[in-house]
């Protein structure tokens, strides 16, 4: 099982460029979250997807930022135009079911500085 | 109200002691239960799960007391690596996990 794979592990941006953050989830797993985390704020939930469609996207700070999930093995997480406070680790996960009966299992994350 | 609420630390205890972490969650409606563990840059893993009657792997027991919606870790026999940040996480009913922001633990010789 090669878990949730993430890419890229670190990204360096300048302010105002485009960026995309890509996820392969678990072979089998019908739920995909992607999460970010900041020291001050901690975990938080940004979209998340069931079946490959977008079930709440409620947690997305503004429209900078979009995801999508186009098959069941690829998800994006765009920000566009990027700010120095999109600073943060991104995480995706995945799980067999939306309610996390059996938890999530997490991406190694990305590391996301604008600059 | 935080969703999953927790003491953020740290919490700084010998080797072979033993330490306990409550979290609390308002979500009445919460189905399952977690506790993950976070290692300095790396991603959060599962732990264990939280189940009604309390449940034990190895050093490590968890328990939950839903009328006071509060979850408990007790880590027994305290190792150097078990320092790391441990995240409480609920469900938000039948839908999506909640995370705590983490209790770290820091375990000295």
């Known amino acids: 099982d090669a878990g949730v794979i993430q890419s890229p592990r670190h990204e360096v941006t300048e302010m105002g460029q485009e960026v995309t953050l890509r996820c392969k989830p678990i072979s089998g797993h019908n739920s995909l979250f992607w999460y970010r985390q900041t020291m001050m704020r901690g975990l938080e939930l940004l979209i998340y997807f069931n079946n490959n469609v977008p079930i709440d996207d409620s947690g997305m700070p503004e429209d900078r930022f979009s995801a999508k999930m186009p098959n069941a093995s690829f998800s994006t997480l765009k920000i566009q135009p990027s700010e120095p406070r999109d600073s943060a680790v991104y995480f995706c996960a995945s799980s067999r079911n939306l309610g996390g009966t059996y938890g999530y299992t997490f991406g190694s994350g990305t590391r996301l500085t604008v600059v | 109200r935080k969703e999953v609420e927790q003491d953020p630390g740290p919490f700084n205890v010998p080797e072979g002691a033993t330490v306990a972490f409550n979290c609390t969650y308002s979500?009445?409606?919460?189905?399952?239960f977690f506790w993950y563990r976070q290692d300095c840059r790396k991603e959060p893993k599962l732990l264990m799960s939280?189940?009604?009657s309390g449940n034990e792997d190895g050093r490590f027991t968890a328990q939950l007391n839903r009328a006071s919606q509060y979850i408990s870790l007790l880590i027994r026999d305290s190792k150097l690596s078990d320092s790391a940040t441990y995240l409480c996480?609920?469900?938000?009913?039948?839908?999506?996990?909640?995370f705590g922001t983490g209790t770290r633990l820091q375990v000295f010789p």
């Open positions: 979500n009445s409606a919460s189905q399952s």
């Open positions: 996480v609920s469900s938000a009913g039948t839908d999506k996990l909640i």
């Open positions: 939280v189940y009604s």
